[in-house]
């Protein structure tokens, strides 16, 4: 029998795995979940998990739940899935050499089910407040995460209720968040904000949280970095880049890679995570600067509103991500991001502009000489292109911008519309 534990990374305090709590009840540290990494040496292999990969059906056919035993243990009637995850990794020359590189691959998690990584971990979350019996679940989003928890919710028949920032919020993540049925609170202020009454709401009126800070909702996360390797022949690159505001994945990378060393599944060296944050919203960039010794929460600004946070709740997971990965933090313009996004979007794939600024962020760490001509990259496109229509037709209309595509009107003739195709 595995022995799965919730435990505070801060004082080491246990929880059981039914614990519904989002924080260490003695000192208010993050939990984790604790995999019993001794008992499964040896059982998850590279040969367990090429069996695993070729299954189909509940719930292995999930990208999330084939790998359970680092997941969540739960047992099947619990969980709620749509075969999230078994995302795309797109090998791009072309954006590779835009990015300067020779070896560049792109993890598509706008691929999942409403269109972000976030259903990763909110199959996990969501199997988790349906296995005790949850009644309400909530969150605060920059707007995918509430889509995601929508659309979940609806699947297990939970009632969802979601704290927004008011105004801020991407219309295709809006829409979503609504159509599916989710209570959706607009609140004056940030998603920092939005995420303080959500923890309210769950601490006074014990309602079931599945922001990040709830464990379960990394271990899913976890999964696109197994899922990665695999797609690599294990063969691990030399950088992970990953856009990042609350650090959810920041923080689910690293215990990734630190659990697939430990059983063996890849070599000692693990490939470093580099995190990129808005300009803007860059308060981790800036921790990471003073060498982790002076945090400021910011006020948030960027056009990139998924990553739009002042006050990471995963600060301290992720960074001991950094740190265990010898990974590095840096940020990038609004007007690289979009400008990231616009060659993303061109080059077929696509993505939202959080997925713009991982790639921006590639294309800097390179510039500084961080990342090497040679290195092996995977930048994680956390993103679907439909999330945020608007900021798409806000940059083509412009064609001051590099690669706008503004629409043009019918008039004059069938030449003249041919000569217009040939100049694009
Ligand atoms: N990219 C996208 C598309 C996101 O939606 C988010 C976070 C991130 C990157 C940053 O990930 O928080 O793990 O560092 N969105 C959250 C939300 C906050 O509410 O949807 P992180």
């Not at 993050?30 to 040896?42: I, N, Q, R």
């Not at 035993?69 to 969980?79: D, G, M, Q, R, T």
């Not at 740190?323 to 993505?351: C, Q, Y």
Request: a neutral charge.
């Amino acid at each position: 029998m595995l022995e799965t534990k919730v435990v505070c990374i801060q004082c080491g305090r246990e929880y059981a795995l039914s614990a519904a709590i989002s924080g260490c009840e003695t000192c208010d540290g993050l939990l984790e979940v604790k995999h019993d990494l001794e008992a499964l040496k040896g059982v998850i292999t590279r040969e367990w998990a090429e069996k695993r990969r070729v299954e189909r059906g509940f719930p292995n056919g999930s990208g999330v739940w084939r790998w359970r035993e680092l997941v969540a243990p739960f047992p099947n009637e619990a969980i709620v899935s749509r075969n999230e995850g078994n995302t795309n990794l797109y090998e791009d020359a072309r954006l590779a050499k835009w990015a300067g590189l020779e070896n560049l691959w792109l993890k598509h998690e706008g691929e999942n089910p409403t269109g972000s990584f976030k259903d990763r971990g909110m199959t996990v979350g969501i199997s988790h407040a349906n296995w005790i019996g949850a009644k309400y679940v909530a969150c605060a989003s920059s707007g995918n995460t509430s889509a995601s928890l929508a659309g979940y919710a609806a699947r297990a028949g939970l009632k969802a209720l979601t704290f927004i920032p008011s105004g801020k919020v991407a219309l295709g993540k809006l829409s979503q968040t609504m159509a599916y049925g989710a209570k959706t609170v607009q609140v004056e202020g940030s998603f920092d904000d939005a995420l303080e009454l959500v923890r309210r709401v769950s601490k006074e009126k014990g309602v079931y949280l599945v922001n990040s800070l709830n464990p379960f909702r990394l271990e899913g996360q976890k999964t696109i970095i197994f899922e990665a390797l695999q797609q690599l022949d294990w063969q691990a690159p030399d950088w992970i880049v990953v856009s990042g505001g609350n650090l959810g994945n920041t923080s689910a990378f690293g215990k990734a890679l630190w659990e697939m060393r430990e059983l063996g599944l890849i070599g000692e060296k693990l490939p470093r995570i580099a995190t990129i944050q808005a300009e803007g919203a860059s308060p981790f960039y800036q921790y990471y600067r003073s060498e982790f010794t002076r945090f400021k929460a910011q006020k948030p600004e960027t056009v990139a509103t998924a990553i739009r946070i002042g006050n990471p709740v995963n600060l301290a997971k992720a960074r001991r991500a950094i740190e265990w990965t010898d990974g590095v933090v840096d940020m990038v313009t609004d007007t690289e991001i979009m400008e990231a996004k616009a060659v993303l979007d061109r080059s077929g794939i696509g993505g939202e502009p959080a997925a713009g600024a991982t790639l921006a962020g590639v294309r800097k760490l390179r510039e500084k000489e961080i990342i090497g001509k040679g290195d092996r990259v995977v930048a994680i496109m956390t993103g679907h292109i439909l999330k945020d229509a608007d900021s798409i037709v806000n940059y083509h209309s412009n064609p001051a911008n590099p690669g706008a595509n503004p629409l043009v009107q019918m008039a004059g003739t069938l030449d003249d519309l041919m000569k217009l195709l040939e100049e694009n």
